[in-house]
């Protein structure tokens, strides 16, 4: 193993580590008393201590911090203040959900992006690349959650076409077990927030790929092709894109990570039972534990995300490894 890669896993080791100890302290110093959602005053002094032991309230800070670290060395996430469950039980199910969401609408978004700027880039100066251009900066700049909005006006509401929200119709699963994810209930209500995500992240890639294409056009290896007697469509698809998708490619992994994250509002707007909607649950009931986890789990797609995104470079540009 190269001194690069040994440099890198250790700094990803180290930006866990220190995540992970931020988010223990930085939720037990908010405003509240966590164990209210769980212990009521109402209960008889050893209820309550009962209940402090079962969540491991009883001990020092200092104690729950080493606690917490040994039993994540053991994917021990603690139970959930809330529902009284294993942490780990609640965000499995969950993170299918948001997987299932995010995943396809973001590859269906590269695919698309990419192949739309490099078509829009190599025919600069058109009317087509200035419209594609005002349209993607403007739903870039416009919030997820007003485009969400609209959506549901248009298409759920007014023309009746999706539903407002949810996995499934309510009652059509009571299970919820793995039958509903191949139903066409469940596509039925997927199509909609698949449509948004797909629509709002499918302008970092265009823009990127455009950038990337105008950058390329005036290789020499470009005129080198032209004079060889290919023609433009091969020109682009051949040389120019081949040349173009090292960014993409590398940005993808990160890209990925990052909308898992920001899959928070998406799903809230259409109530999707996923990761982004488990943490604002989380957080409004003060459930530190699946709080804790839920942003634990970001932090770990996030460094594993980088170092894909490290790997996909070294694999396109090896001199990366021997600086």
Same mark, same amino acid.
């Given at each position: ?33 966590? !164990? ?15 209940? *402090? ?5 009883? *001990? ?13 060395? %053991? ?12 942490? %780990? ?19 269906? $978004?590269? &695919? ?12 600069? /100066? ?9 349209? %993607? !900066? ?12 609209? &959506? ?12 407002? =929200? ?51 056009? =005036? ?5 080198? $092709? ?7 469509? $091969? ?13 993409? &490619? ?10 898992? &994250? ?42 594993? /995300?980088?170092?894909? $995104? ?14």
């Amino acid at each position: 193993m190269s001194s690069f890669w040994i440099r890198r896993l250790w700094h990803s080791v180290i930006t866990l580590f220190t995540m992970l100890t931020l988010m223990f302290f930085m939720f037990r110093l908010l405003p509240g008393d966590p !164990t209210a959602t769980v212990i009521s005053p109402a209960l008889y002094p050893k209820a309550q201590e009962a209940l *402090k032991i079962q969540f491991g309230l009883d *001990k020092p800070l200092w104690q729950q911090y080493f606690s917490y670290l040994s039993n994540l060395a %053991s994917f021990d996430f603690g139970l959930s203040f809330h529902t009284g469950r294993p942490v %780990s039980e609640e965000i499995g199910g969950r993170l299918i959900n948001t997987i299932l969401l995010v995943f396809p609408s973001m590859i269906a $978004a590269y &695919a698309l992006g990419s192949y739309a700027g490099a078509i829009i880039g190599w025919r600069r /100066g058109s009317k087509l690349e200035t419209i594609m251009v005002f349209l %993607s !900066t403007s739903l870039q700049s416009a919030p997820v959650f007003w485009l969400s909005m609209i &959506a549901i006006l248009f298409f759920s509401i007014n023309l009746d076409l999706f539903p407002v =929200g949810h996995i499934v119709t309510p009652g059509m699963f009571p299970d919820e077990d793995w039958r509903m994810y191949f139903s066409l209930d469940f596509l039925h209500h997927l199509a909609l927030p698949f449509l948004i995500n797909t629509i709002y992240n499918f302008c970092f890639p265009f823009l990127l790929m455009r950038s990337s294409i105008l950058s390329t056009v =005036g290789e020499e290896y470009i005129e080198l $092709a032209r004079m060889k007697g290919l023609t433009e469509k $091969a020109v682009l698809y051949r040389h120019a894109m081949r040349n173009s998708m090292l960014p993409l &490619a590398t940005t993808l992994p990160m890209t990925l990570s990052g909308a898992v &994250a920001g899959s928070v509002v998406v799903e809230t707007v259409f109530s999707w039972p996923g990761l982004g909607l488990l943490m604002v649950e989380a957080v409004g009931h003060s459930d530190f534990p699946m709080v804790q986890a839920a942003f634990l789990l970001i932090a770990v797609l996030t460094v594993v /995300g980088t170092l894909l $995104a490290d790997f996909l470079y070294s694999v396109l540009d090896p001199r990366i490894v021997n600086q």
